[in-house]
């Protein structure tokens, strides 16, 4: 009985290895580093084999970018982790683990247990929302738009208002997952770090957000969101898509709205000072640029970006538009060009 006990004990130790390799590995993007020289600047890109149609560089950053550096490193990890994986893996098979437990998972743990607990608690079917660079790439991984690196690990989620669901402690639920609470007064909101993951932030429409329906929120879920303008634009549009390894189906705006909501805030949004965010704002258009190219070649989705312009106040559409035309200013090939461009204000201007 006791040698029983030692041996679940090392499975379980050795599978909670293995499930946390699978999960860096799965965010890893996969192929070789290249560096390449455009106008006396060096760039970084990452070359991929695309089934049945060769080889495509995909542009990370100037070589000294922090940014692009860093994910330089992640990118190198693999083989390590890789080489890591095989050995917990071979203790496992010692320990007579089935080939099933072995089965990769399609996203990172910790955003499919995100998903999964705020499931469990039917946040999903009241109002949560994946937003930001992580609904971007859902898309990229369940909606077909084109591969664009993740550059930041941190979970964005919009909540609507009013909340009319269950009463649940989400702080708790964080706390749980491994999250500590970090009080920002300046910004009247809580985040949730976790060291080398990253940080879960909530977001509510401003607009929305009354000091009644604020107070409402820190009763019954125990969180205390960061309230942002023209979040309602992805807010009333959302779409549930059934994402492959985590839970069932998650929440995100639909590409259209997304769209639309990147390119107002690229211009107009919180955290967009153009002295000290133009490569948030960079990416902000990057984004748009991917999306609109799949929106272009989708009928549905065309009908429905020209019903969400069409339901825009006049302030919202000039946004849209001056988001749209501003774009230019940060052309910066390879990462956003001016093909890049011109499939964002083709589509932002098409209703006219």
């Not at 959302?238 to 639909?254: D, E, L, N, Y």
Request: with cysteine; net charge positive.
């Amino acid at each position: 009985m006791v040698i029983e006990e030692i041996l679940a004990e090392s499975r379980d130790l050795y599978q909670g290895q293995y499930d946390e390799l699978i999960g860096r590995l799965i965010q890893i993007p996969r192929g070789s580093l290249r560096s390449r020289q455009v106008g006396g600047t060096s760039y970084w890109y990452l070359r991929r084999h695309l089934r049945s149609k060769g080889y495509e560089d995909v542009y990370i950053g100037p070589v000294g970018d922090r940014s692009a550096e860093a994910l330089v490193q992640f990118v190198r990890e693999r083989k390590k982790r890789i080489d890591e994986r095989n050995t917990v893996k071979q203790a496992l098979k010692a320990l007579g683990v089935t080939r099933v437990e072995f089965q990769e998972k399609g996203y990172h743990r910790m955003f499919a247990a995100l998903a999964d607990a705020f499931g469990r608690v039917g946040l999903w079917d009241e109002g949560l929302m994946l937003i930001g660079s992580w609904c971007f790439n859902v898309y990229v991984q369940v909606l077909g738009v084109a591969f664009f690196p993740l550059r930041t690990m941190d979970f964005d989620f919009g909540l609507r208002i009013p909340f009319t669901g269950d009463k649940t402690n989400v702080d708790q639920l964080l706390r749980e997952l491994g999250f500590s609470a970090k009080i920002d007064p300046g910004h009247d909101k809580i985040d949730y770090v976790l060291p080398g993951v990253g940080v879960v932030e909530v977001f509510i429409d401003r607009g929305k957000a009354t000091p009644a329906q604020v107070d409402t929120l820190k009763r019954d879920l125990s969180i205390r969101p960061a309230a942002v303008s023209f979040l309602q634009i992805l807010i009333d549009h959302p779409v549930t898509v059934p994402v492959r390894g985590i839970h069932k189906a998650i929440t995100v705006p639909s590409m259209p709205a997304f769209f639309v909501h990147r390119l107002v805030i690229a211009k107009f949004g919180e955290y967009r000072d153009t002295a000290f965010h133009a490569a948030k704002i960079r990416k902000d258009y990057k984004q748009a640029a991917l999306v609109a190219k799949r929106i272009a070649s989708d009928e549905a989705l065309q009908a429905e970006l020209a019903g969400i312009i069409s339901e825009l106040s006049d302030d919202l559409r000039q946004k849209m538009r001056a988001g749209a035309t501003a774009a230019e200013a940060y052309i910066k090939a390879p990462d956003l060009t001016e093909e890049d461009i011109l499939h964002i204000q083709r589509l932002a201007t098409a209703d006219k």
